[in-house]
């Protein structure tokens, strides 16, 4: 088996938290880690939000293949720890999840926002490249109203900081929500 499939094929095991990822750690370990330590490792994201292409900055990042993506769509358990990775990650954005009145998902500021916007909200963020990813990951594996909710909640964020964003950025935001979209 060449290395992008034996990747691949540890992506459901280590989602479930019974395999390490390339580095040897677990998912359950990534979850735990503090601000700093999300935003100063570069080679956990590919993990907890793997796509379907290369990543240009992690060979050992797993690609995803269909049967993966199958496994996603349909196991409950494997669809409820992405959306813990999810929450993970917005909050370390600053932003949080929860559901309407009515049912529908939104993403919103949380109290901690004005803080953690400092760390991401910049010219050239790196963080802006993992927030594509993360929204064609949650795309891709079905979870469109958790993407589009994310997506409503960083247009506003971009209405606000357009000069720190930029236009390039939330054009390949809007292309990652459309369903099937490709860059």
Known sequence: MNHQKQLSAMLVPFYLGKQRDSEGRTIQEMWTWNFEELECVHNYIQWLFPLSERSAFNRDAPILEEEVIQAFQSNPCLRQNLL????????FYGLQRHESNDGKIVVSQSEDYPNRKCEWVCIFNHN??????ILKCLMTFGLENEAQAFYECLRQIYRENTEQIGSETFQYWTIAVKPNAKM
Do not use: A, E, N
């Open 128 to 133: 802006y490249l993992r927030i594509t990813r």
């Open 84 to 91: 813990h990775s999810f929450t993970v990650m917005l909050q």
